[in-house]
């Protein structure tokens, strides 16, 4: 089994930064892609970014204001995110791509209001 414990989510004010992180373990072999989704309400799951050794990739919506990183050695997945909008406020799910199979985690709530 493998299990993705997400934390750092919570409430901030517009402009503010969020690091949020997710720690895999368990039977954890040969990650390929680590990332991160969200989930607003009423809408579907979109891509945030994701990392697939250093190779980077993030939704249009991000414009330079996060950063996806990982910790091999910890197979943890970090995502910085600054200048946050009020239209970032959604569930952000990280997510892992093994061989036979990919996993996610169970959300962390991220709230932009003043």
């Known amino acids: 089994q493998v299990q993705l414990v997400e934390s750092g989510g919570g409430l901030v004010q517009p402009g503010g930064s969020l690091r949020l992180s997710c720690a895999a373990s368990g039977n954890i072999f040969g990650i390929s892609n680590m990332g991160w989704y969200r989930q607003a309400p009423g809408m579907q799951r979109e891509l945030v970014a994701v990392i697939t050794g250093g190779v980077r990739r993030y939704g249009d919506f991000v414009k330079g204001r996060f950063t996806i990183s990982r910790d091999n050695a910890k197979n943890t997945v970090y995502l910085q995110m600054n200048s946050l909008k009020a239209e970032d406020t959604a569930v952000y799910y990280c997510?892992?791509?093994?061989?036979?199979?990919?996993?996610w985690g169970q959300g962390t709530q991220v709230t932009v209001s003043s």
């Open positions: 997510k892992i791509w093994m061989p036979l199979k990919d996993y």
